[in-house]
């Protein structure tokens, strides 16, 4: 009987265990800009001279291709100060050029909590850049792309391959050109339509105690890299007018107080504040209020090559 | 090791497999495989935390031995007092410990230096579950309600067991430790039913706790961006969040001692369609609200007839101390203080021939009395939900004056509708302990099949990244 149930179960899982890994296989065919990075990470690593770390806004906001210095991309979405320590530090030995760290502080960047242990895009990194976020051992279920955020990728898979709405044009810098993407896009562009929409992500809530702990962690970032006598560049890219107006001035002061402690404390760190620069950048520049699109990540990194090469 | 990851799946073969291939007549064996199962489980969260679980596990092991040994009364009771206040106390330290030095502070108008917290430190987690579990046992042998157990192994299995150490359902020592010294063998049946309400548990927590709590999160993170209906809806959405949440962990905390050959109290039983709030309470978290009946509310009212007053105040302070056992909060106070108040109300004399109102309220059209339980989980759930008194406040302040100012969003999108198909299944089966229970009676084999692959796939394909049940917390 016991028997017969264990059979039954092994013959029952097994379609579910095969059904996994095509899914699995699927959603790793599906360009990516992990994919790329991991692929310069085993060709260039010894050349490569600056890093740039941080959320979204840096991952769309920069383009390497344009950098005079070779330059690797590591930003993604969601990605905090925690997690940009730990991957630095899984980094740093397969990266004997480097020079320069790029790292970011949008506005509410210290009220926002760090992604911790159990970050989805840990198994990202642990599979791709093989640098363990997890904080403990880890094993093969680890390394499973689809299962770290199952109705993430299932989304993906159906945007690419069923309804091909998704087809990211990545460069060799793993910078995505395609500019169908945003909310910006999705109004056609329309100004008026554009600064009347008053609901888009952004952060209202203060929370002074997790400014605390994580303004501390971003020095003893800093520190770190202080001490290993490797340059930073702490780069706010633009925002989009709507944006600037509805930050909350309190969240505001605490995070400019940071920046200003940082570059009075620290002789190797230097800020491209280019948050409320609403003069150089057109409505066709930003994807959405907090992103730049394409066109004004070129603006942006011809800023942050200028930084780079007055050093 | 959430119940809904892969880890907990994987360490769930092992121990299924390695347990059954010992042999159902090596008791001994299983228990102790159990035991380190149940130990290896929990060092998953936090290893340092084992001592304590051990610790607490032998006092009341030596408090139930003692007390039954003992023929003073007295002493008796000193060994009661014993164990109570090293549960009690274990839990304030840990639990209310910050809570009550804030109260302190905020009393007497102390200036708050930045190091007074100085009891820096996680809350075990299961704490409130297995000190409840443990310290009941005390009670019910102080009682001689049962005999204690000469066998440490089963009394440290029945306090760590895997399946329902973190979150419940608190067992009765008179239900679940005899089990753990009866032979188990293998039962097909049962293993069936396990692994399918299993499937149903998670099918509750993916698919429509955790969707309905992006809704939640999006109306109660700005509130002030939103108008009253759309609160109120979001309030509603919340107390199915957590039905689902809680009853999902349930079922397969359930499920999984099925699959082990042990039975495991019920602990929801359909609440949404209660009809008053004194009977929401009989069919929500069932084996918490047993425990404090008979620990607190009983020894309160006495065993003689109470009037009316004293009931009411005795269900004041028990419903007070339910608010209160969810967490170190004001809102959970006052959650607890409004459920009582509610209670309170409903068993007054206030109607025509001295009927109360859960009396007329049972009569009632069951959309009359149903709609008055959602006004009152109205309330309660802003208060349970909010993340200080200030943000409940500003909600309840917003749904009551009709504020029509802000958004109207109705957060819905297709995926609540595993809601409805929820309810639907819930509500055509409402004499089983959950829908799938019996299926081979009612389904063919491939079709049953079938439906287990749908559920699967619905379930991997709209799975968020894990996020741990609302009741681990607590």
Known sequence: MQRTFITYCILFFIPVALGYLTVEYFTRQIPSSFQINKERLE????????????????????????????????????????????????????????????????????????????????SVYLDYYDINCFERFTYFKDRLIFLSNPSFFAEQLQEFYL???????????????????????ALNYNKE?????????????????????????????????????????????????????????SILKRRNQVLQEIVAQYENVEVLFEEENTSDYELKDFWNQSHLSPSGAKKFTQSLNTLLNSR | MLFNSFDFGLFLIVAYGIYWALGSRRRIAQNTFLLISSYLFYAFWDWRFLGLLLASSLVDYWAGTAIEQSKVVSKRKRILWISVCWNLGVLVLFKYFNFFLDGFYELFQLEASSTYHFWNVAIPLGLSFYTFQTLGYTIDVYRKNIKPTKNLLSFLCFVSFFPQLVAGPIEKAKSLLPQFDRNRSFDLQKSKEGLRQILWGLFKKVLVAEKL??????????????????????????????????????????????????????NFRLPYLSKSISELWQRWHITLTRWFTDYVYQPLVGKTKSSVSKKAIALFITMTLIGLWHGARWTYLLFGMVSAL????????LFKHRQTLRKVLSKAPRLVSMGYVFFGFLIMGVLFRSENVSQASLILKRIFSFTMDGQFTSLISWKLSYLFVLLIAELSYQKKEYPLEGLEFHLPKPLRWVLYYALIIIIIRYAEPKEAFIYFQF
């Open chain 2, 342 to 349: 509610f209670m309170i109300a409903e068993r007054l004399p």
């Open chain 2, 213 to 266: 709590g992006l809704a939640v999160n999006m109306a109660f993170q700005h509130p002030e961006e939103y108008n009253f209906i759309t609160l109120s809806y979001a309030v509603v959405l919340f107390c199915f969040q957590v039905y689902c949440d809680f009853s999902g962990y349930t079922d397969i905390a359930i499920g999984t001692a099925k699959l082990f050959g042990f039975d495991l109290s019920r």
């Open chain 1, 163 to 185: 309804d091909q709405t998704m087809q990211p044009k990545l460069n060799l810098f793993a910078f995505n050109y395609a500019d169908s993407y945003g909310q910006f896009n």
């Open chain 1, 43 to 122: 060709k260039d690593s010894d050349q490569i001279e600056t890093l740039i770390l941080g959320s979204s806004q840096l991952m769309s906001g920069i383009n390497a291709e344009w950098l005079f210095s070779p330059t690797l991309n590591l930003a993604s979405g969601n990605q905090h100060h925690d997690t940009d320590f730990k991957l630095l530090m899984g980094l740093l030995p397969k990266l004997p050029s480097l020079k320069t760290i790029v790292l970011e502080v949008s506005y509410s960047h210290f009220e926002l909590p760090h992604n911790g242990a159990d970050f989805w895009k840990n």
């Open chain 1, 193 to 249: 339509a554009i600064d009347q929409k008053d609901s888009f992500k952004i952060n209202l809530i203060e929370n002074p105690a997790l400014y605390h702990t994580n303004a501390a962690l971003f020095k003893e970032l800093i520190d770190t890299l202080q001490n290993r006598q490797l340059q930073v560049i702490v780069a706010s890219p633009p925002m989009y007018p709507t944006y600037l107006k509805k930050r909350v001035p």
